[in-house]
Each structure stands twice: as structure tokens, then as C-alpha cells.
DNA sequence: CCGTAATTTGTAAGCGCTTACATCCGGTGT
DNA sequence: ACACCGGATGTAAGCGCTTACAAATTACGG
């Protein structure tokens, strides 16, 4: 590549861009070594005489010298790097996934690289090539769209987490969340209250969540003996929008309630705007449950009754996960139970 | 690396890991053509007979061959990565201004590697040292704790862009927010509807976003010719958490206010909760706006008044900055200007 | 039908790092 | 004193890719 040498060589003179960064060579030149024993003393691969490490350390912080990734990389065949793909970074929902998966990884040496695939099948299939391409170590997959055979195919490159589903196969360890049983304790809270009219929100109707939380729903009602009306189930969008127009539908359709168990608290935070456009107050007027228990859920007016399910830990959990799957160990990793938190957004209903 | 090899070899007979991922060489001699051949079709590099053309293209179908960025990266000496560095990848001030990058970069075959510095210089510099060992083309930074004087060291080895900042030099591309000009609308906007005693909840106090903040409160008291009296300024943490506990004590000060300016919007919110747990109504009793405009905040109850300086925007700005530096040319990328968004926590102050 | 220029293709030299293997050293045992 | 051994260093061969340069092929004009 003596072109770009030239090249930098050229801009160096003449710009302000930086130079080029010091390699392994460039050190061992300036401590008077050879670069294996750099590199061993960088990595702690061997012994070396305290003399010379003394050198190489000097030379090291003289150049500030950084080993480069790429280069190690390529010679190790790994990249001490994990993809991570959700459906979008800035939902609060997978904010706080990222983080527990990132704290984890930090502090044992690997760096995660997260993308998006925005609900799509399409943009989650090039995340995956890109994550590929960039040969990362394993990729945690926050329940996405790809099927499982898919998935499965994707297992024999590299291997996988699966956060929120249940998937038994080659290379893939699946971390599934108690959709069902969350939902169904935040349904039996509100017959507990004495509701009986409960509405529900759900997400996207061919999610998995959703349906799980769906059937969650339905099995309290059974266990009490109150008749399921379908009527009061409408779609939303897991988000803030879609549950204010779920709402509002639900409002306008006559069919009374006295209570709303919403797919997820963004929902949830949607239905509370809604129920206030109406006059309706919340939760003398309405009980409203949420889903997931997001940090902000607890600083709500009212602050909101959610079904708990630690997004943080399941990050963790999903790194360690992996970790140990990259160790040849089958993981042991299991999640806590899901558990309901109830705080002021729901009550018993009025009587009239 | 002769030992890796067999080691591969090995595992590959025994277990389900993966196979090592294709080579260009095995492509090429798939292909029956050099190697040459195959990286100038992939790159589109250099005219090749269509035969050969879809030769390779049927051996790297075949194969499912995916080039190694790490080697590519190595050999072309960059690796189209741009690092990012925020506080909390959790947050959703920072999430929006992720996505937004996240977004542009995407769409110009750049990908980003984003890390959080959690509020603490010493995680800033180690997310700075990991992303430099990468050999990342650019970093990004969402307003750190970092000096200008490092910022400008980093900048001689990588171009820099700083967002919520004002700072010039060399290989540095900043791009303020108008944190001061935001203040001075939302202070105003509360003088206009008739309070006098507007109490400001600061955030951190040597954080630059706080400061000018509280000049802008200041000016717009000033202007209106109402002294401003510091007992109603109180410091919060830029979380809801600060916003309650300052809030508390404002109450339990004794010093009557009618509104209320909250740093950023998670202060608003854990203001808000906290005027519940006292009976307060919002806007009714006290007036309150935000700063940053989050999603969320048009979906409180009620719907928050905040600043608008759409953090979305300046990622995108900020991506769009990092690539025109990346081209060599000087960036002349500016943010839309802040605006005042009127929803419903503000109201003229009830008449006593 | 041949020489020569204009392609298309292949060969091989790196990019910066790790590590097997060779080399060199001082210290032992006899 | 000498063969021998173990540990500290160095040498060099890759890791998978790009690309300068050489070689081979093709297309022309005379």
C-alpha cells in the first residue's frame, strides 16, 4: 500500500489531519526490541525481562500507542464484539435492555454494537449481514421479527441470544419472558379490585408478545369466571399513539368499562392522555395496568400499576448468556419471575 | 496461525459450531478466477467480463460469502465507523439523538458504534481510548464532561464532532444548542401568563447545558423587570428523581412560587409527581415547563409545555457534520432554532 | 496477417497484529 | 571444561482483503 502511504505522507505536510496512528513496529523501533516482544508485553503472553518491559511501556505512552482492533482482529479471528439487534434504539423499552447488556459486556472486554431493524423484517435481515460482516463474536437478538427458521440458519454462522421468545435449536439460546403470567397478574389485580368490565389493549396482533399477553388475559377472566367480550379488545402499536387511539375507539364504541390492561406502558401512557381528553380520570373513572415497568412508569400522574420484567436484567442476563455460550458452555442464565407492581393508576371501581 | 486452522478443523468435525466464514479465496477458486477478480467485482473496482461476473456472483451466492470487514478495514485503512459517545444509551433525551444518527449513517453505508460515558470523565475517556483502538473514522460526542483542552488532543487523531457545544478548533466541528435562548422563551412564556414567582430547578451545577439554562431564566426575569431571588432556584440531576426531591423541598421551603422551569423534562416530570403527592394540581396550582421536548412529553398528563431543540435533529445534523469532515470539507451543518412548545402544564396563575 | 495499444486478469506486496518455531543466552551436572 | 537445558527474544508466516504492477488477452490499423 505505498500509494497511501504516500498519501498520508502528502497530507501530513500539508493539513492539520492526523497522522497515522503508531503501530506495533514503530514501538519496538523506539524501545529497541523486537514487535513479538511487544506484542507479548502488551498482552501478557510470555515472560519478559523487567528491563525491557520498562522500555516498551515508556515507548508506548511516548507514541501513544493503541493496538488496533481491526488488526487484532484479524489475526485472533475474533472481535471481542457482540451485535445486538432491537426493532429501535430510542424506545424507551430497549434503552434499557441496551444498558444492562452493555454494562455487562464493558466490564469483561467486549464492546457491544447495536442496531436497529425498526419492526422490519428487511432492515433486521441487513442488520444481521452487517453484524456478519463485521465477523462479531455472537448476536443478542431482542425478540425480532425473523422467524425461527431463520434464525436457526443464522445459528450455524454465529451464535445467538434470543431475548422474550422460546426457540430451542443448535447455537441459539433463547431467554424467554413470562408474557402470559404477567398478564394474567395484572388482570387477576384488577378482578381482585372488583373490576369487571376490563378492556385490553393489544400490540400488533401477529407479535408474539401480544398474543401471549393476550392469552394471559383471557385465562384470568376465565379463572373468575367472567365472560371474555371481544368487543373490548382493540389493536394498538406499543406505542404511546396507538393507545391513545385504541382509547379513544373504545370510548366512542359504547361498550362500558371500568378498567384497561394495555400491552405495554407506552400503551398505557397513551390510554392515560386519552382517558383525560374525555374528562375521564384515572384511576377513580378507569383503572389502567400497564406492561413492562419502565423507569419513567413510577414518575407517571399516577404514577402506573405495571407488570415488571426487568428489561435491564434481561440484558444482562442475555450478555451473560452469551458469554457463556463463547465459552462452550451450555448457559444456566434464567430470569426472575415476573411480578406485578401496583401503584396509583388503578382502584376499585366507582359504584354507581 | 497454522494451530487456529486445526483447532477449527477439529471443532468442526465434533461439534455444531460454526464453520469459518469463506474467504475470498475459497470464492475465487469456486469461481475458478483470482482473487483480484473477485474483490473488483464485490467493489465494482475495475471492469470485469460478464462471464467472469456471474461466475463470482454465483460462487459468492453459493458460498454465502460475506467479505471480512476487519481485514477490509485493515487493508483500506479505515473501517466506515463512526464512534458515538453519550451519557446513558438508556436515556431517552439520548435515545432520540441515537436514533437520529443511527438513521442518517445507516443510509450512507456508515455504521455506529455507540457507548455510554455515564456522566463520569473517566468511563468518557475509556469509551474514547476503546473507539480509538478501533480505529474508528470519527467520533461523536453528545456533550460530555470531557475539556475542551482534550477534546482537542483526541482531535489530532480523529475528526470530532461535538453536539451541545460551542468550541472551535482544529479537526472539531461543534454544534451548539441555543440551551440559553430556550430558557429565555420558556421563562418568558410563564411571565406572559402572569407569574412572578417562577422557581427554576437547575440541573448539575458545573454542567454547561445548566448554566445556560439559568442565564436564559435570569435574562428573561431581568427583561421583565422582576428581581430574581436565588432561595427559588434549586439544583435537581437531570433525572425525574431530582425533580421530585427538589420540588419537595421548594414546597417545604415556605417560599410561595406559581411556576415552575424545569432544567430538562425528566426534572418536569419528577416535579410533576411530586405536586401530586402534595395535592397540587398542574397547571392549576402550579404552572410547569420542560426542556428537550421528548417524545413523551406530549403524552403526560397533562401534555408537558417544554423547549424544543429536537434532539433527533441534531443527530442527524451531527452524522451529517461528521461525514462532510470525513470528505475533507469544512461542515456548514446548523441546527433549526429552538421553539416553545405551548401544551397544557401551563396556565395563567389562579387569582387569590 | 503482424505489431502495438488498450483492455482484462493475475501475482504479490502490504495493512498491523499474533504466535509457532528457531535462536541465543546463562546456568547445570559430571 | 563440555554437552545440555530451560527461558528470554527474535524471525517470519500467516489472518483476509486491496491494489500497484506485470502478464496475458483482445482489438485494431496498416
Known sequence: MSKRAANNAKKRATTALPDAPPTLEMVAKEAGVSIATVSRIINGTAKVSAERKDAVEAAIAKLNFRPNAAARGLALGKSNTIGVITQAIDSPFYGEGLRGIEDYLQ??????LFMSGNWDEQDEERCMAELLSRRVDGIIIFSGRLEDRQLAHY??????????????AQNIFSLPVDD?????????HLIELGHRRIAFIAGILDHPDASLRFKGYRRALADAGIPHDPKLVVPGDFHEEGGVEATMRLLGSGNKFSALF?????TAYGACLALYRRGLNCPRDVSVVGFDDLHSSSYRVPPLTSVRQSIRVLGESSGAAMLQMLQGEQPDISLPQVELIVRESTAAPAKE
Not at 394495555?262 to 407506552?266: E, I, P, S
Open 107 to 112: 466490564q469483561r472486554g467486549y464492546t457491544a
Open 262 to 266: 394495555c400491552v405495554n406502558d407506552q
Open 180 to 188: 402470559e403470567r404477567g398478564a394474567w397478574l395484572a388482570t387477576r
Open 155 to 168: 445459528a450455524k454462522q454465529v451464535p445467538l441470544v434470543v431475548s422474550g421468545r422460546s426457540l430451542k
